[in-house]
Nanobody, 123 residues
Framework: QVQLVESGGGLVQAGGSLRLDCAAS????????MGWFRQAPGKEREFVAA????????YAADSVKGRFTISRDNAKNTVYLQLNSLKPEDTAVYYC????????????????WGQGTQVTVSS
């Protein structure tokens, strides 16, 4: 069982930056693929980024490539999402997720979810 707690969301102006943190419980954190998804009102949950266990290969959605960076610190059981050059369309609730599977961009692959943190980008 893995419990995930996100922090770091907030209100920021377009062009600004935020960093989201996700603290995970469990002794095998380093072996999990960790992901970030987001969901805006009236829209489906959308893949943002993922980082695998082991060699920490990273993946990002085309809409955030070059702006968002996912990373992890296995010693701290924490995964991060650095959000730069934010746009109003990035406004959403951001969810941290975990899976024992390899990389997957489908939310149905992920068994563990945090409660979400709101990111609001004003124009």
């Amino acid at each position: 069982q893995v419990q995930l707690v996100e922090s770091g969301g907030g209100l920021v102006q377009a062009g600004g930056s935020l960093r989201l943190d996700c603290a995970a419980s469990g002794r095998t954190f380093s072996s999990y693929t960790m992901g970030w998804f987001r969901q805006a009102p009236g829209k489906e949950r959308e893949f943002v980024a993922a980082i695998t266990g082991g060699v920490s290969t990273t993946y990002a959605a085309d809409s955030v490539k070059g702006r968002f960076t996912i990373s992890r610190d296995n010693a701290k059981n924490t995964v991060y999402l650095q959000l730069n050059s934010l746009k109003p369309e990035d406004t959403a609730v951001y969810y941290c997720t975990a899976t024992r599977n390899r990389y997957c961009a489908d939310y149905r692959c992920y068994a563990y979810w945090g409660q979400g943190t709101q990111v609001t980008v004003s124009s």
